[in-house]
């Protein structure tokens, strides 16, 4: 406290100048909260939006396209350009978040090519940042931390019996296609980014197989000719029925436009519509039906150049490339802050608060049935009130842990990729009321 009485203005650090950290700027700047500084590794705003094509950077690849619809991926306060395409594309969405941090005046606030290192939680809760950048290393401190790094930061390479003597990469690492002109490629996984890359390199590829240990729900782009979350979201806001019979009606609306799996040579998927984060891509349903790409079933070994599979017979490869998601991991903080892993729920309120030290916030640590950042901006809108005092912290918050954990939106598949699943719809609602707003 000052003298008087006066509470002192706060200093606060944020992580990361991708689309969370920006709207995490732009809510602390609108509090009043200005004695800010933003970290981000990266040479311009944006986070991995920002096409690179050294392998070691993080980024989009060249023919990335948003997933999420154009008008369920915009800020609520700053929408996506009307002559926008229904899926922007990276170069696209890169254009719109430089024009937001222009719009709302943030870019000051952010040192570029400047690496957190190490965030060290002082015995008062506040925070020792170490930094490297430029101009060398530095220390700095902070009455609060706000980390905007996402989900996507460690790549998971999964293990098998034997070595393959191909070329391996994640997909973290993909940038174009280029280099895989008339090579025998192997993409293993089932989410956007593995179907993705399949297509794209079967575009110049000898052959293309995308392996697959499960089933999993992919839904088109469209369906009856407009997109598929915006349908989804008007039938939660004009049909309000009960979710089950929603679940019920999705599953016979997506079955009706593409059928079942298995006439895609792909796997049944074992759990329902909703309860696993859907694959939503129209062109990988297209290109198994006509070949392009072809569907196999899990790794069991590898043999040199030669993958065996759990079914079918062993094939040769050049390249693997694992579309296998992320590790949730955060190198610069104390494994005592993070105290969390991979085989559950993270226990955060809300997915932003931890239970036990008031001053960090975690924004956009959430996987939606949707566009992140949208949501991220409720959370930071969160965090700078409760940084500025006029929103409490909740006295019960391991009580509320405890129960978000015990009651997800859906019946959640178990697998680590749904350790930090939500809906959008639903989680919505909750960001709003913790304001006090209405949804």
Not at 292 to 304: H, K
Not at 391 to 417: C, M, N, Q, T, Y
Request: a positive charge; hydrophobic letters at 35%; glycine letters at 8%.
């Amino acid at each position: 406290m000052a003298s008087g009485g006066e509470r002192r203005r706060p200093r606060v650090c944020v992580v990361g100048a991708g689309p969370c950290g920006l709207t995490a700027l732009k809510n602390l700047k609108t509090e009043g909260i200005c004695d800010v500084v933003c970290y981000d590794e990266g040479h311009s705003i944006g986070g991995s939006w920002v096409f690179d094509d050294r392998p070691e950077r993080h980024s989009v690849y060249e023919a990335t396209h948003l997933i999420s619809s154009k008008r369920m991926s915009d800020f609520e306060d700053f929408p996506l350009p009307d002559d926008f395409p229904d899926f922007p594309s990276h170069r696209q969405m890169r254009t719109f978040f430089e024009d937001y941090a222009a719009h709302f005046g943030v870019k000051k606030f952010v040192r570029l090519a400047t690496r957190v290192v190490r965030a060290e939680l002082l015995p008062d809760h506040r925070w020792r940042v170490a930094t490297i950048g430029a101009d060398g290393a530095h220390e700095d401190s902070f009455d609060y931390l706000i980390i905007c790094t996402g989900h996507h930061r460690e790549p998971f390479r999964p293990e098998y019996p034997g070595q393959f003597s191909g070329e391996v990469l994640h997909s973290t690492e993909y940038k174009r296609p280029d280099s895989f002109r008339d090579k025998r490629v192997l993409v293993v996984g089932g989410g956007n980014s593995a179907c993705d890359i399949a297509v794209d390199v079967a575009r110049v590829a000898q052959k293309t197989c995308i392996s697959m240990r499960r089933g999993y729900h992919i839904v088109p782009k469209l369906i009856f000719g407009r997109p598929s979350d915006l349908l989804y979201a008007r039938l939660r806001r004009n049909a309000p029925m009960p979710k089950s019979v929603l679940q019920r009606f999705l599953e016979a609306l997506v079955h009706l436009n593409v059928g079942p799996m298995e006439r895609y040579g792909l796997q049944r998927p074992e759990g329902r519509l909703l309860e696993m984060h859907p694959t939503l891509n129209s062109d990988i349903l297209n290109a198994l039906r006509d070949g392009r790409v072809l569907p196999r079933v899990g790794i069991r070994s590898f043999e040199a150049g030669t993958v065996c599979f759990d079914a079918g017979r062993p094939e040769q490869f050049d390249v693997i490339i694992w579309g296998t998601g992320y590790r949730i991991r955060f190198p610069f903080l104390d494994k005592s802050v993070v105290t969390w892993d991979d085989s559950g729920p993270v226990p955060l309120y809300l997915k932003m608060m931890h239970k036990q030290i008031p001053s960090v916030f975690f924004i956009g640590l959430f996987q939606p049935i949707g566009c992140i950042w949208r949501l991220a901006d409720h959370q930071a809108r969160i965090a700078a009130l409760q940084i500025k005092g006029a929103l409490g912290r909740p006295r019960d918050i391991e009580v509320r842990i405890d129960k978000e954990i015990s009651s997800p939106h859906w019946r959640f598949d178990k697998a680590p990729r749904h350790a930090v699943e939500v809906d959008y719809h639903d989680f919505r609602h909750e960001l709003l009321k913790e304001i006090g707003g209405t949804s």
